[in-house]
């Protein structure tokens, strides 16, 4: 079975671009979750879709979006990109039962923002 | 913010040594995830602790969980050189949807 699959590794990118992040995740899985992780902040929790619904959202500013395809693929965007953005993005994957799994984490997105 | 936190935040032993961290959180949980993270790369997991249970078993790995107390901890027995890596521990806190609460991490080196 593949594993959770982000697209791309390593991203450059200048202030006030706006970047997409992709998520590919274990087959059958239906609940997709996002996370940034960074030296002063650690992993924080930025949303989670399950059946292209979000059904939480973390504490971030509404730069920060995502969506979820019919095929549980996820897209996650960042607009008006500011330096402290850059951070390892890291996607999650599984099965999304309501008293909660096993999440498979992506290799991440590497963004840097200069 | 954080909802646990752990303890220790780096640990150094020598091969073939047992190593033990700890995890405390805040409020109650779903269950209790156990990761482990290679130089900043993708995080693996390693176990999946339910609230209703007590001690789990997964190879060389332990882990117990005190929910009166809050708190968790990660056994690995027998360290090999491969398992030099940061180890962080993450809390489901939410019931119909997933969303795990990571602590600040446990930075466990072996020392060949």
């Known amino acids: 079975k593949a594993g959770v699959t982000q697209t791309p590794r390593y991203l450059i990118k200048t202030r006030g671009q706006q970047v997409t992040l992709s998520c590919s995740p274990i087959?059958?899985?239906?609940?997709v979750s996002w996370y940034q992780q960074t030296p002063g902040q650690g992993l924080q929790f930025l949303f989670e879709?399950?059946?292209?619904?979000?059904?939480n959202k973390g504490n971030f500013p509404g730069r920060f979006s995502g969506r979820q395809f019919s095929n549980s693929r996820s897209e996650m965007n960042v607009s008006t990109l500011e330096l402290g953005d850059s951070a390892l993005y890291l996607c999650?994957?599984?099965?999304?039962?309501?008293?909660?799994?096993?999440?498979?984490f992506g290799q991440g997105t590497r963004l840097t923002v200069v | 913010s954080q909802q646990g936190e752990e303890d220790p935040q780096a640990l150094s032993i020598q091969e073939g040594e047992n190593a033990t961290m700890n995890c405390s959180y805040k409020t109650s949980i779903n269950n209790l995830q156990w990761y482990r993270q290679n130089s900043g790369r993708g995080l693996v997991h390693l176990i999946l602790i339910r609230s209703n249970e007590r001690e789990k078993h997964s190879g060389r790995l332990r882990v117990t969980l005190d929910t009166s107390k809050k708190s968790s901890s990660l056994l690995i027995t027998a360290s090999r050189a491969a398992d030099t890596a940061s180890y962080f521990c993450a809390t489901d806190v939410i019931q119909g949807a997933q969303k795990l609460v990571f602590g600040q991490g446990t930075r466990l080196t072996i020392n060949p």
């Open positions: 879709y399950f059946s292209e619904t979000q059904r």
């Open positions: 087959s059958g899985h239906r609940s």
């Open positions: 999650a994957s599984s099965t999304g039962h309501e008293f909660g799994t096993e999440a498979f």
